[in-house]
């Protein structure tokens, strides 16, 4: 019994252990400043969110029409490094 438990203790071990690297990201403020309207795959429609942060950098996001978002709404979201 305890080499069964042994064994299944390095089991559960080698099994948490990733080769993968992180991804690595920061906190930032962002403002919307863009919402656009595009059809993304056939006949699916989604909004498309144009977000600036405080160094002018850019970068969109989609989501579903039934949310509604206000240009100049400020949120912290994760920018990758």
């Not at 042994?6 to 080698?14: C, M, N």
């Not at 919402?35 to 989604?46: A, K, L």
Request: contains cysteine; proline residues 1%; hydrophobic residues 40%.
């Amino acid at each position: 019994m305890k080499k069964l438990f042994v064994i299944a203790f390095a089991a559960v071990l080698t099994s948490c252990y990733s080769t993968r690297e992180g991804i690595q990201a920061d906190l930032v403020d962002a403002e919307l400043v863009r919402v656009d309207t595009v059809e993304r795959y056939s006949n699916n429609y989604q909004q498309l969110l144009t977000w600036r942060t405080t160094d002018h950098t850019e970068y969109v996001s989609y989501v579903p029409m039934g949310r509604k978002y206000l240009v100049g709404t400020r949120m912290t979201v994760l920018m990758r490094n």
